[in-house]
T-cell receptor
Framework: GAGVSQTPSNKVTEKGKYVELRCDPI?????LYWYRQSLGQGPEFLIY????????DSGLPNDRFFAVRPEGSVSTLKIQRTERGDSAVYLC?????????????FGPGTRLTVL | AQRVTQPEKLLSVFKGAPVELKCNYS??????LFWYVQYSRQRLQLLLR??SRESIKGFTADLNKGETSFHLKKPFAQEEDSAMYYC???????????FGAGTILRVKS
């Protein structure tokens, strides 16, 4: 079946603009994660959804970042007043259910460039 | 806070040579450890996890709680092993993964 998909694959924006990044998880996966990967670093956790609710948003760097998952499937990561430091690859992952031993399946990422 | 350290940014070996990618972690509880791999122009994918105790593509990794390490090993490297490798940790009561910075493995012919 189809894996996790993310759109757009690339996004170039100007400092101060608003952007939305979309994630389509694997069908039936109840858990969804957002990570951010800066150049030369490993992915860094942002937020985790279980169903429609954000179960852990401790990784969101500040209140310019917000994510939703209104129907428990597709999720949108929203960044307001973008800054050059927000430039990174934003990764989405999904897993079948909560619990200790469930594999996270990653999408291809969205490369965000803030000029 | 949890931390994962991969001390080598780049490891270059010849085909057929043994490989060891180092991973150390700091966490006082009972974590679950993973190795993820990203081949060129592909997405990040799970290679193996310590609880499975299996060998995947000839790779193995043993969790050493005394040394807080989870090194990835393969006795004979192959060119197709060239990729970026990330070590990651998950707490026993959590879902998020904490990743190391990654090590590029380059296998030369």
């Amino acid at each position: 079946g189809a894996g996790v998909s993310q759109t757009p694959s690339n996004k170039v924006t100007e400092k101060g603009k608003y952007v939305e990044l979309r994630c389509d998880p694997i069908s039936g996966h109840t858990a969804l994660y957002w990570y951010r990967q800066s150049l030369g670093q490993g992915p860094e956790f942002l937020i985790y959804f279980q169903g429609t609710g954000a179960a852990d948003d401790s990784g969101l760097p500040n209140d310019r970042f917000f994510a939703v998952r209104p129907e428990g499937s597709v999720s949108t990561l929203k960044i307001q007043r973008t800054e050059r430091g927000d430039s990174a690859v934003y990764l989405c992952a999904s897993s079948p259910q909560r619990g200790l031993y469930n594999e996270q399946f990653f999408g291809p990422g969205t490369r965000l460039t803030v000029l | 806070a949890q931390r994962v350290t991969q001390p080598e940014k780049l490891l270059s070996v010849f085909k057929g040579a043994p490989v060891e990618l180092k991973c150390n972690y700091s966490y006082s509880g009972s974590p679950e450890l993973f190795w993820y791999v990203q081949y060129s122009r592909q997405r990040l994918q799970l290679l193996l996890r310590h609880i499975s105790r299996e060998s995947i593509k000839g790779f193995t990794a043993d969790l050493n709680k005394g040394e807080t390490s989870f090194h990835l090993k393969k006795p004979f490297a192959q060119e197709e092993d060239s990729a970026m490798y990330y070590c990651a940790l998950k707490r026993e009561y959590g879902n998020k993964l904490v990743f190391g910075a990654g090590t590029i493995l380059r296998v030369k012919s």
